[in-house]
């Protein structure tokens, strides 16, 4: 039987170790890979600043010294020879923008103030349109002509394929750390199988011992419990029925000489405690029989038709049951099993009860549950878990007086945790008690 638990957490945060793992570390992964594209930016700007400071101051001052050479009026034809790939001249008046002092600036200038000549006077600002993102460097030649060098920043272009190299690491390492992540989170998902696997009967194979050490070493321990848990359950069971089935003898004999007594009173009441004497043994007897485990094979069942001999068995014995709903299919179980279970249940409810029903419904694609209500004084809340523990009884209308073992309900949930199912208690709408089988269609 699965074990219900609720995972913590917000309800975004993935509920399985797996989940948690695989999103924490993608997450690293790609802020890890953001990160480096940034340094890679950073590095790329870094170097095409220092490249652009190194060579500009001697471009421009080899442009500088053509265009004094040649004649004012060639060099217009110049201008496009000396354009470079961040910036270009420009001759004649121009309308200047702010001052600019900025660092990015004031190296420029000192650059190109010291590849010139000392009597060039160079200054930097603005363009004159805000929205150009541009350094001017002002200058006049010999000849008093001004010269203006349009200086537009820009980082070296990245390797086309650069972008692709980092996505396709990123996917490799992604890759390879679900595969990682799953390698080490599948023993637990074994193990978890495992335990809830672990029925009364402990007919669960065993894990297999390999893999890692530690997985290996978690699996042996988890076989020695559960052979340790199936020797000891085995144990109390063989002597629960050795007990038991040593009383029946004992009875007989008590019985017999009950038979004699000449007071009649005496009589009835000695067999009446040897009646509830034997209906104790004999449920001891199941009960330790049941808890080694189902030897019934599972076969398809039509529910419908064995709800429906059971309500009429009891009815055709003047008790009264009613039977709700149908399935209309069949589904894979052991049907003396489940038909037991579901008997003491609704001996248990006729006992202590009265309105008896048999309700029937699909719960889930794979599930079905069946629900035996009641009429009867129910049972605390605080009381629900514990009355499914053999030999135990309340202080109310279900006890010794009314012929109760304590094993009715007990047996019960035993049978269905062999089935696959849950067994649970709650009260029922108007007063009264539902206990609720919720059985896999395939056992």
Not at 105 to 132: C, F, G, K, M, W
Not at 174 to 189: D, E, F, G, Q
Request: proline share 6%.
């Amino acid at each position: 039987m699965k074990a219900d638990v609720k995972a913590d957490g917000p309800a975004w945060w993935p509920h399985s170790l797996f989940g948690r793992l695989t999103l924490i570390l993608v997450c690293g992964l790609v802020l890890a890979h953001g990160l480096s594209y940034g340094l890679i930016l950073y590095q790329q700007g870094q170097a095409s600043k220092t490249s652009m400071l190194y060579s500009l101051g001697k471009d421009v001052a080899s442009s500088v010294a053509i265009l004094e050479r040649v004649p004012a009026a060639e060099r217009l034809f110049w201008l496009d020879k000396l354009e470079r790939r961040n910036y270009r001249f420009l001759l004649g008046p121009m309308k200047a923008g702010v001052p600019l002092s900025i660092p990015l600036a004031n190296e420029v200038v000192d650059s190109i103030h010291a590849a010139l000549d000392a009597s060039y006077a160079v200054s930097a600002t603005t363009a004159p349109d805000p929205r150009q993102r541009r350094i001017d460097i002002h200058l006049r030649l010999n000849d008093g002509m001004p010269l203006t060098i349009m200086l537009t920043p820009s980082p070296m272009p990245l390797p086309a394929w650069l972008v692709p190299a980092l996505l396709i690491q990123l996917v490799v390492l992604i890759l390879c750390m679900w595969w990682a992540v799953r390698l080490a989170t599948r023993p637990l998902v074994h193990l978890a199988r495992a335990a809830d696997l672990m029925g009364p009967a402990m007919t669960a194979p065993a894990l297999p011992e390999d893999g890692p050490l530690e997985v290996a070493r978690a699996a042996a321990a988890f076989n020695a419990m559960r052979g340790r848990i199936a020797n000891f359950l085995n144990e109390r069971m063989h002597i629960l029925a050795a007990v038991s089935h040593d009383l029946q003898t004992p009875i007989t004999r008590l019985r017999l000489r009950a038979d004699l007594l000449d007071d009649p009173l005496q009589r009835d009441k000695m067999l009446g405690d040897l009646r509830a004497m034997q209906m104790l043994v004999e449920e001891g007897i199941a009960y330790a029989r049941d808890a080694k485990g189902l030897t019934e094979t599972p076969c398809r069942t039509n529910l419908d038709a064995l709800l429906a001999s059971l309500v009429y068995d009891y009815t055709d014995a003047g008790q009264g049951l009613r039977l709700h709903g149908q399935l209309a299919l069949s589904v894979t179980t052991r049907p003396h099993a489940l038909r037991r279970v579901i008997t003491n249940l609704v001996d248990n409810a006729l006992k202590f009860g009265s309105d008896v029903e048999i309700e029937v419904s699909r719960e889930a694609p794979q599930r079905y549950s069946i629900a035996v209500l009641d009429r009867g004084p129910g049972i605390a809340p605080d009381e629900r878990q514990a009355v499914l523990q053999p030999f135990y009884r309340i202080d109310n209308s279900r006890n010794r007086d009314t012929g109760g073992t304590g094993l009715g309900l007990a047996i019960a949930q035993q049978l269905t945790l062999a089935l696959g199912g849950t067994l649970t208690l709650a009260e029922r709408d108007g007063g009264g008690l539902a206990v609720r089988l919720s059985l896999p269609l395939a056992a």
